[in-house]
């Protein structure tokens, strides 16, 4: 389902399709977070993506109507050249995920592995400063949003 | 959890990883291929995406909490790269239609 989700997503000639296929890939890998006991990060990606993020994607796309996607490219080679450089990436990561050897788990207890409360114990004691540091990333990118998107003034 | 065990048994890690890697993939295909701004990020917040798959299948592979803890901060560098990428784009739709980034060109400092 995501990996359909996805081909609609490069697929499809109309943006807003794209963004729709797009909420599709989110909750099917928001299921498979659940799946891999991350009930925390499931309620954040579907919150955070399939809600905030997308919603502001449809926003823009609303606002400045429905642009169609020019069939021709300015460059000559370029889906040869992105064929050849996709099939060489594919590889390598393939390469990198078949050398894959797991050492011995944490002996972690499951029933509490990826709740709110062990998540938020692990982002509060150890990891706090690189929390604070996502908080004031969020308030520059808030800033810069702003700034950029303000009417501009002709100052004379 | 009704028993379900990742590596064990029922469910193996490497289909996840497996997923990962197709989705990081075609979005890279979309990043090359699409001319649109807008779709070009939308293929990289599903690269991003891919990765984040990544991160909490390890995971949980390993049982340590470190990577869904990164997996979040992940999250939110890509909402805040949405929110600039799009205030950036609705400033260059505002002056012109653009429906080619190779248009774009040239955007100097």
Request: hydrophobic share 60%.
């Amino acid at each position: 389902m995501a990996v359909v989700g996805a081909v609609g997503v490069i697929s499809f000639h109309e943006p807003i399709r794209s963004v729709l296929s797009l909420v599709v890939v989110m909750i099917a890998l928001g299921i498979l977070f659940l799946l891999l006991s991350a009930q925390f990060i499931f309620v954040a990606q579907i919150i955070v993506y399939a809600g905030a993020v997308m919603v502001l994607f449809l926003f823009v796309i609303a606002l400045f109507g429905p642009a169609r996607e020019l069939a021709r490219a300015n460059l000559r080679f370029q889906s040869w050249l992105a064929a050849v450089f996709v099939l060489a990436l594919l590889i390598v990561i393939w390469t990198m995920l078949s050398g894959v050897q797991y050492r011995q788990p944490d002996t972690t207890d499951l029933s509490v592995f990826g709740t709110v409360q062990s998540i938020a114990v692990g982002l509060f004691t150890t990891y706090l400063y690189p929390f604070e540091l996502t908080s004031l990333l969020l308030l520059v990118a808030a800033i810069g949003a702003i700034y950029l998107s303000r009417k501009k003034v002709d100052d004379q | 959890m009704s028993g379900m065990s990742i590596g064990g048994s029922e469910l193996d890690a490497s289909w996840f990883l497996i997923l990962s890697a197709i989705l990081f993939t075609i979005g890279a295909v979309g990043v090359l291929v699409r001319r649109n701004p807008l779709v070009i990020l939308i293929c990289i917040e599903l690269m991003l995406n891919a990765v984040n798959l990544t991160l909490v299948t390890f995971s949980r592979q390993l049982q340590n909490l470190e990577g869904q803890l990164f997996t979040l901060m992940s999250i939110t560098v890509a909402a805040a790269e949405a929110v600039v990428g799009l205030a950036i784009l609705v400033d260059i739709f505002r002056t012109r239609d653009v429906e080619d980034v190779d248009e774009l060109s040239e955007m100097k400092g």
